[in-house]
Each structure stands twice: as C-alpha cells, then as structure tokens.
C-alpha cells in the first residue's frame, strides 16, 4: 500500500501550480481554462472519526478545479448526505442519473406544470404609448360620431378590440390607405390635439 504524504499549506500552492500545469490548466470537471487565481485543490472531506485514504481516498486531493465548481460540488455532497441520500445510493450514480434524468425525462413535455402555466398577463404584450397615440390618430376616422378617446392605461393588454385596432392603424401608417378625404384629414387633426392633452 502507498504511503500517504501530509502537506504544509507552502507545498499545497506548489502542487496546485504544478498539478494545474499537469492539467493544461484546465479545471477536471468544467474542462475549461482557468487562471491560477481560480484554481483550487480539491479534497475529498473525511469525518474526523475516519482515517485518511482507503477506497474512497478520504482527505486526500483529487485534481485542480475552479473554485465556483469546488463550492458546488461541495454544497452537492452536504445535500446528498442531508437528505438522506447517501444511505441509498452513491453520489456519483446518483448525479450520472440525474443527468440521465434530465437528458431522457420517463415523460413526454405534454402536460404544463400548474405553477408554469401563462398567467393572463403574460399571454398577451402591453399596448405602449406610442402604440396608443397612433391607434388614437385614426380613432375618429372609424368612429367619427364618437366625441372622446379611450383612455390610455399601462394595464392595456394588446387583444381583442386593442389587437383589431392597432393592426388597422399600422396599415394607415404603413402602406395601405395613403389618402384621406378632407373630412378624415380634420378627424385626425382632432384625434391628435386630444392627444397632446
């Protein structure tokens, strides 16, 4: 059996670079390039009841890995044990069927969580000032015998009346109906000075 070698915190930062270099200083588990600032050492942690070594190679260094990555395979290992976990399965099979899990669900995505599905709201875009302005520019061309315009609220959702209107308005801007009669042309001139009130 190989004896274990205890290191000072001086030869730790020697064998970080060295190990680092040995890595094409890449970190093990994102196999990216990192800097020698962003790399650690990683341990497997031990309990201090158990002894250093065996199998499971507890409290002894694994490879150099991004420091980000050191803290989520830490927190990973905390919870595998937390949750009860470890009495079940190990973490590698249980991360290599999480990965299978979530690569190859035992379901087909038909069916919409209650708490994803679109709330109301989100089915539909907000009508946006200028929006408004230029289906209020023609409003009285459509309903000339109509006095007021709609108000304009920020909890105009664009569907419905809203959705028709501003599809007709974006063809008067656009290139549909270029001409207006005399009469259309004094209806606009209205809608906008109520709107620059």
Known sequence: MTELIPLTQNELKDL?????????????ILNIRIEANEC???HKHKL???????????????????????????????LWKRYGLSK??????LLRRCAD????????PLYIHPNEKPKKKDLYKRLTKTEYKRICKFYFVWFPGRKIL?????????????EAWLKK???YNGFGTGTFTKTEKEL????QRLIKK
């Open 16 to 28: 970080r670079e060295q190990q680092w270099t040995k890595q094409n200083f890449k970190c093990a």
């Open 40 to 42: 650690v050492l990683d």
């Open 48 to 78: 201090k009841s158990e002894e250093c070594g065996g199998p499971d190679g507890l409290g002894c260094l694994r490879g150099v890995i991004h420091h980000n990555v050191n803290v989520f395979e830490g927190k990973l290992e905390r």
């Open 88 to 93: 079940v399965i190990t973490l590698p099979d």
């Open 101 to 108: 899990y979530i690569e190859h669900p035992p379901m087909e």
């Open 150 to 162: 709609p108000k304009f609220s920020k909890n105009i959702f664009i569907k419905d009346k809203w």
């Open 169 to 171: 308005a974006n063809d």
């Open 188 to 191: 606009i001139k209205k809608a």
